[in-house]
C-alpha cells in the first residue's frame, strides 16, 4: 500500500458511530453519485501537520463539528475524528509540513451513510510568498454584513465543500496580477479571504473580522493573538474597513497549510511589511504546538 499520501475512510453507521481504516489511497473509495462529488453537499477542514503534530486540531473539530450543525448533517465524533487525524499522519513518512484534510459528505444519493475521510499529504511550498509577501485584490463578496441571521441557509461561516467562488476569486486574482483576494461585505467590511483570515496590525494592537459577519473562524489567528499577548501587545475581533488595511503598520492573510503571508500590496497600491516580525510570527506558528 502506498503510504503518500495516507488516506483513512471512514465507516459512519447509522446513530453515528464511527471507525477508521487506512486505504491504498491510489485504489477509488467515492462514487459518482456521492453528494459530495454531484453538488458540493459536505463539509471539509485543513489541519496543518507540523513535525507530526496537527496544529490547532481542538479549533479545527469544534468548526467542523459546527459546520456539520449548520449543513444537517450527523455530529461528527471528534474525538474518533482526532484519533484518525493523528493515525494518519503517523501513517505518512516523516516530512517538515503535511496538511491533514477531513472529509465529511452526505453520502450517496437516496442512502442514510454519510462518506468521510482524512486525508494527509505533503503541504505545498509557500516560502516564497511567506518571505516576499503577496499581492492582494480587494473583491466584493456581494453579501450584507448580517447574512448569518438575514439568509441562513446561504451557509456563511460553514467550510463546505462548495469551493467553486472561492477558487473563482483566485483565478480572477491571478489573471489581473495579484496572488490573492480579501473579501468584503456589500456594505463595505473587510470579510476574510477565499481561504484565509485577515489580520491587521496597528503598532500594538491586532485585530481580525469578527465571525458574525459571516466568515470563518479562524484557527490559526488564535496562535497568532496567543503569541502577540505575550509581546505585550493587545488583541481584539472588530470590524474593520478597507480604508483600515490601508493604513494598518501590517496586514496578514493567515491559513492553516500557509501560516502567514504578509499582504506587500492591495488592490495594486504598496503597502508596508515587517519582515522581521513576519520572521517571528511564522517562527511561532511553525514550533508552538497546541
Do not use: C
Request: hydrophobic share 45%; proline share 7%.
Amino acid at each position: 500500500m502506498l503510504t503518500s499520501p495516507a488516506l483513512f475512510l471512514a465507516e459512519i453507521r447509522p446513530g453515528g458511530a464511527t471507525t477508521f481504516a487506512q486505504v491504498d489511497p491510489s485504489a477509488p473509495h467515492v462514487r459518482v453519485d456521492d453528494l459530495g462529488v454531484t453538488r458540493g453537499d459536505g463539509i471539509f477542514e485543513s489541519v496543518a501537520v507540523v513535525d507530526g503534530n496537527p496544529q490547532s486540531l481542538r479549533h479545527h473539530l469544534d468548526r467542523f463539528a459546527r459546520s456539520a450543525a449548520l449543513l444537517d448533517l450527523p455530529a461528527p465524533d471528534t474525538a474518533v475524528w482526532a484519533r484518525a487525524v493523528a493515525d494518519a499522519a503517523a501513517a505518512h513518512p516523516p516530512a517538515p509540513e503535511l496538511l491533514a484534510k477531513l472529509v465529511l459528505t452526505r453520502g450517496v444519493e437516496g442512502g442514510d451513510a454519510p462518506t468521510g475521510w482524512v486525508h494527509v499529504f505533503p503541504a505545498h511550498d509557500y516560502g516564497s510568498q511567506r518571505t516576499a509577501g503577496i499581492d492582494v485584490l480587494v473583491l466584493e463578496r456581494a453579501y450584507p454584513s448580517d447574512v448569518v441571521t438575514r439568509a441562513p441557509w446561504l451557509l456563511q461561516g460553514a467550510k463546505t465543500l462548495s469551493y467553486a467562488l472561492n477558487t473563482a476569486s483566485l483565478r480572477y486574482a491571478r489573471a489581473h496580477g495579484a496572488d490573492d483576494v480579501v473579501f468584503v461585505s456589500a456594505g463595505g467590511d473587510v470579510l476574510e479571504g477565499p481561504n484565509s483570515t485577515v489580520l491587521a496590525r496597528f503598532a500594538d494592537r491586532w485585530v481580525t473580522p469578527p465571525p458574525e459577519l459571516g466568515i470563518l473562524d479562524g484557527t490559526t489567528v488564535g496562535r497568532a493573538f496567543a503569541w502577540a499577548a505575550d509581546r505585550g501587545d493587545g488583541t481584539e475581533v472588530a470590524r474593520l474597513r478597507v480604508d483600515d488595511l490601508r493604513v494598518a503598520d501590517a496586514v496578514w492573510l493567515l491559513s492553516s497549510g500557509r501560516q502567514s503571508a504578509p499582504v506587500r500590496s492591495l488592490d495594486g497600491v504598496p503597502r508596508p511589511t515587517d519582515a522581521a516580525l513576519q520572521a517571528e510570527l511564522l517562527h511561532h506558528l511553525l514550533t508552538v504546538h497546541d
